[in-house]
């Protein structure tokens, strides 16, 4: 039976070589795979479709051929890449998906999230992230030049390091009181995302809540082959 494979948190630039190229080898090297859902921040920073870069073209070349050997592909929006978009989705036939959404998984349904919407106490990030996500920003930012928009995604990185730097770690985790009210809104018992780069399989009262991991020096992926997942993490 064909996997279904979950990643999240790759922050590809132009200096993670050793990341992009792990990743590359993991699709070339994993067998069947009905579905491929990349659930958010796998690029660092994201500056619009339009971005004619060696990394963004090299990406889609490698999930071209992961689409061509059958694989659907899907994409949640990071806190990072929320501006990647249908056009460059279409390059091989991705799909992007809504913050969040349900799919089978392992049998049942499963509420799939980036997972920083989650950090309700974060409330410096949200009110940010409210802003950046508005239609007015979002236009504006797509309208500047492609060289003042990398500019300012690299400013905007340094200001997200530099807060994060100060801000307490359970500040930056998933609220309890935020994942049991999406589980509820939706109706399942079993939630699967990124962004907290704290891999673990959460038994809760009566669900479950899956964290995928960061790609640093190692590789993690949520393995569905249809009965059972399993959370992997392999060297790269």
């Not at 509820?184 to 962004?195: D, N, T, Y």
């Amino acid at each position: 039976m064909a996997n279904t494979l979950f990643v999240s948190d790759l922050h590809l630039s132009e200096e993670t070589d050793h990341i992009e190229q792990g990743f590359y080898r993991f699709l070339d090297n994993e067998g069947e795979i009905a579905r491929l859902f990349l659930l958010g921040d796998i690029f660092e920073a994201w500056i619009g479709d339009d971005d004619d870069s060696d990394l963004v073209r090299r990406f889609a070349h490698a999930l071209t051929a992961r689409a061509q050997r059958g694989t659907r592909i899907f994409f949640t929006p990071g806190n990072r890449d929320f501006l990647l978009g249908a056009d460059y989705l279409s390059q091989f036939g991705g799909t992007r998906l809504e913050d969040e959404v349900c799919v089978e998984v392992a049998g049942s349904q499963a509420l799939l999230m980036h997972g920083d919407t989650l950090c309700t106490d974060d409330t410096d990030y949200l009110k940010f992230r409210a802003l950046v996500h508005s239609p007015q920003w979002q236009a504006e930012m797509l309208a500047k030049p492609l060289q003042e928009r990398r500019a300012l995604a690299q400013q905007l990185r340094a200001m997200s390091m530099d807060a994060a730097s100060n801000k307490a770690e359970d500040i930056m985790d998933v609220n309890d009181l935020a994942v049991e009210d999406a589980l509820e809104r939706h109706c399942v018992a079993r939630l699967i995302h990124g962004h907290t780069h704290r891999p673990q399989r959460h038994r809760l009262a009566d669900a479950e809540r899956i964290v995928l991991g960061d790609w640093t020096s190692t590789g993690w992926c949520l393995r569905d082959n249809g009965v059972t997942l399993a959370l992997e993490q392999f060297p790269l």
